[in-house]
């Protein structure tokens, strides 16, 4: 079984709509991170999170939001969709000092 | 300016090419990132360093810190190694990562 995972995979949604992108990990690490891709502009830190009752923005955390439920699971939620939010979402975990593990990517389409 | 600056932004090499990619940062790094995102959209971390080299498999990943610059290379590189090579720096209290925009390395058979 994959150490991060991401749900959905895939996900086309309409302008407006609420939407909840869900991060787990099975690596035992209390840091989480999201981060979107867009072509030409590499990968962008969305929120981040260093426990349970940490939370801290990102460089573009304007129309997002997160929920640390627990160690292992950090959700990332776009409140009212836009069709610029449209990209490749990515979350991963890490350890101090280490390296990070990426999960799979969450393709999202806002039409 | 972006703090983290790859070159080439595309590279085409012919299997069993010595290959680099290079990256340089204009920031205080705590460490240096190589990442590979494969054609699928995975992404995998090669390397992280702070100083020095360091070697796994055919790859092979050196730091400057006095220049601000890091190389990634790929001996004798084949059609797998085709993939989106990544530079990231992490700095800040935080640890933050900030990433370069990648290099498109594809090698021909």
């Known amino acids: 079984d994959a150490d991060v995972t991401q749900t959905p995979r895939n996900r086309i949604t309409k302008t407006g709509k609420r939407i909840m992108l869900e991060c787990s990990q099975t690596?035992?690490?209390?840091?989480m991170y999201w981060y979107r891709q867009d072509p030409g502009l590499g990968l962008r830190l969305i929120y981040y999170?260093?426990?349970?009752?940490?939370?801290n923005k990102g460089e573009i955390s304007d129309g997002y939001s997160v929920s640390r439920q627990a160690q292992a699971k950090f959700s990332l939620s776009l409140e009212s969709a836009i069709p610029n939010q449209t990209a490749l979402y990515f979350c991963?975990?890490?350890?101090f000092g280490q390296g990070q593990y990426f999960g799979p990517g969450t393709r999202l389409t806002v039409t | 300016k972006n703090e983290v600056e790859q070159s080439p932004q595309n590279l085409t090499a012919q299997e069993g090419e010595f290959i680099t990619i290079n990256c340089s940062y204009s920031?205080?790094?705590?460490?240096l990132h190589w990442l590979q995102q494969h054609p699928g959209g995975g992404i995998v971390s090669l390397f992280m360093?702070?100083?020095g080299k360091k070697k796994h498999g055919r790859l092979i990943a050196t730091i400057n810190i006095q220049e601000k610059h890091s190389s990634l290379h790929i001996t004798a590189s084949h059609p797998r190694d085709s993939a989106v090579y990544i530079c990231?720096?992490?700095?800040?209290?935080?640890?933050?990562?900030?990433f370069g925009s990648g290099t498109q390395l594809t090698v021909l058979p």
């Open positions: 690596k035992g690490h209390d840091r």
């Open positions: 990231a720096v992490s700095s800040g209290s935080a640890r933050q990562l900030t």
């Open positions: 991963a975990t890490s350890d």
């Open positions: 920031v205080g790094i705590s460490a």
């Open positions: 999170s260093f426990d349970v009752k940490d939370i």
């Open positions: 360093l702070s100083s």
